[in-house]
């Protein structure tokens, strides 16, 4: 069975019936006079795919927020004023694809923030007022492709993070504004790269913003969180250090013992990398090669060493 509705009588009439499971394909699409999908209140579960298609005046999906599951794919796509997604947060499974895609007035996805996985396909393309992915949080894998795309307003990636397993290919692409990709390096498989990634397909990453041009600036940008922390921890020392009003020696001392702490956490982290690599090529462990994000660390704090110095 095919719902069709392309107004609002239609919408109303729907609710006024009193349907609450639509066991086949809900369709909503081009209209120029649905405002509101308050009349499907009731309905609990789409069958096969729900498709929320050219509707130009469509202001919130709020109408559908008793829906806990899509059988098919879940599609919301050139609605020219909605502004959110909110009405879909209530949604716990969509068994096949989720698009969402050229709706202009579409800031964030926080209404798809309780899908865990999609069953087919994840893209999101061409939302020129979409300026993050958070809502996109909870998934962790995604069975088909996953692609990112010609989204000018996204700027990271964060809301990808917990994706572990993409099964078909990963394209990150054309997205002017987007210079931070972290949230997707741990599944290009950090800190080695492919192949130790979780992507089954091809894997691609360019014209974005400088610094998510490749898979290579990705894997170097991300800091795991534990050591985020412990270069806040020596920052913060030095900080203190340059506070107490103490001799410069004391000062000189207190700097290099920092560097010296530095040190060590890059060698214990370059080891703990150069482990890894090793491990799974089954070859020899050679020299610890230095993260770029331990570097940055021993960079900030000879910075910091300099200007003390200077201020003595």
């Known amino acids: ?40 209140a ?36 050139e609605n020219n004023v909605l502004t959110n997604l909110d009405g879909l947060a209530n949604i716990t499974s969509v068994s096949w694809g989720l698009q969402i895609n050229e709706n202009p007035a579409l800031t964030n996805l926080d209404g798809l923030a309780n899908i865990p996985s999609v069953g087919g396909d994840l893209r999101i393309f061409f939302n020129s007022a979409l300026n993050n992915l958070d809502g996109l949080s909870n998934i962790t894998s995604v069975r088909g492709d996953l692609s990112i795309d010609s989204n000018r307003e996204i700027i990271n990636l964060d809301g990808l993070t917990n994706i572990t397993s993409v099964g078909g290919d990963l394209y990150i692409g054309n997205n002017d504004a987007l210079a931070r990709c972290e949230g997707v390096a741990l599944l290009l498989g950090w800190p ?6 979780g992507v089954d397909g091809t894997i691609y990453v360019g014209r974005n913003s400088s610094g998510c041009n490749s ?8 800091i795991p969180p534990s050591i985020s922390r412990s270069f806040n921890a020596l920052l913060q020392a030095v900080q203190n250090v340059r506070g107490a009003g103490s001799s410069q020696q004391q000062a000189t001392s207190d700097s290099s013992a920092n560097a010296g702490v530095a040190r060590e956490l890059a060698k214990h982290e ?20 230095m993260p770029n994000y331990l570097m940055l660390i021993m960079s900030c704090l000879v910075g910091l060493l300099g200007l003390r110095r200077l201020r003595a």
């Open 270 to 289: 370059g080891a703990a990398a150069q482990s890894k690599t090793a491990a799974a090529t089954r070859e020899p462990a050679s020299i610890p090669a």
């Open 192 to 197: 080695s790269g492919p192949p130790e990634d």
């Open 42 to 77: 009731n309905i609990t579960s789409v069958g096969w795919s729900l498709e929320i298609w050219h509707n130009d005046a469509l202001v919130n999906l709020d109408g559908l927020a008793n829906i806990t599951s899509v059988g098919g794919s879940l599609v919301v796509s």
């Open 215 to 222: 898979i290579a600036e990705v894997l170097s940008s991300y």
């Open 1 to 40: 069975m095919t719902i069709e509705l392309s107004t609002q009588a239609k919408v109303d009439a729907l609710g006024a019936a009193g349907c609450d499971i639509i066991s086949g394909y809900l369709y909503i699409r081009s209209s120029t006079d649905i405002t509101n999908l308050n009349g499907l």
